[in-house]
């Protein structure tokens, strides 16, 4: 049985498009992410999208949308075919009753996503664990490792998320 709880996702990053066969995977994930997401929670979603649509819904630069009734709090088929086409986000789904709050973070050269527990405001918890690995580590004299241990729970080593933008040079498909 799966829940349904708010989440909201984040697209950023550079697509380049060169042939039609490649514009027709970026309106698919267009349409994809029209069909699963809205502009503001409680509110219908987007419906339809393509590529010329874009530059006019970009919030701050990026691709966002939400869903105040998201399956588990994620958006399976969005994520996984942005993966599929190396397109890089970020996901926050809000607590329910059953779960803590979280953060994915995904970028093209990532071979797992970065998952990490939160408050709702996207503040990450860091576990108890992480906490007394780092300062057994500082007590030892070994500040650089301890940094390192919180550094990987924190996803520091995670580049920021880039604005969206689609660069589409694949010929018409009148050409």
Same mark, same amino acid.
């Given at each position: 049985?799966?829940?349904?709880?708010?989440?909201? /996702?984040?697209?950023?990053?550079? /697509?380049? +498009?060169?042939?039609?066969?490649?514009?027709?995977?970026?309106?698919?994930?267009?349409? +994809?992410?029209?069909?699963?997401?809205?502009?503001? %929670?409680?509110?219908?979603?987007?419906?339809?999208?393509?590529?010329?649509?874009?530059?006019?819904?970009?919030?701050?630069? %990026?691709?966002?949308?939400?869903?105040?009734?998201?399956?588990?709090?994620?958006?399976?088929?969005?994520?996984?075919?942005?993966?599929?086409?190396?397109?890089?986000?970020t996901r926050h789904s809000s607590p329910s009753?059953?779960?803590?709050?979280? /953060?994915?973070?995904?970028?093209?050269?990532?071979?797992?996503?970065? +998952?990490?527990?939160?408050?709702?405001?996207?503040?990450?918890?860091?576990?108890?664990?992480?906490?007394?690995?780092?300062?057994?580590?500082?007590?030892?004299?070994?500040?650089?490792?301890?940094?390192?241990?919180?550094?990987?729970?924190?996803?520091?080593?995670?580049?920021?998320?880039?604005?969206?933008? /689609?660069?589409?040079?694949?010929?018409?498909?009148?050409?």
């Amino acid at each position: 049985m799966t829940n349904s709880f708010p989440a909201n /996702i984040k697209i950023g990053g550079t /697509i380049t +498009i060169n042939t039609i066969e490649e514009r027709e995977e970026v309106e698919n994930l267009l349409q +994809i992410f029209a069909n699963s997401t809205g502009e503001k %929670y409680g509110e219908p979603f987007w419906g339809t999208m393509e590529i010329k649509d874009v530059d006019g819904i970009l919030e701050d630069g %990026y691709l966002v949308g939400v869903d105040s009734e998201a399956s588990d709090g994620e958006f399976l088929e969005l994520e996984g075919f942005c993966q599929q086409l190396g397109v890089a986000y970020t996901r926050h789904s809000s607590p329910s009753d059953e779960y803590n709050a979280e /953060i994915v973070e995904w970028r093209p050269d990532m071979e797992v996503s970065f +998952i990490a527990v939160c408050d709702d405001n996207g503040d990450l918890y860091v576990p108890r664990s992480a906490v007394d690995r780092a300062l057994d580590l500082i007590k030892e004299g070994s500040i650089q490792e301890a940094v390192a241990v919180l550094q990987k729970e924190l996803g520091e080593n995670i580049p920021p998320l880039e604005p969206f933008k /689609i660069v589409d040079n694949a010929p018409s498909e009148d050409d």
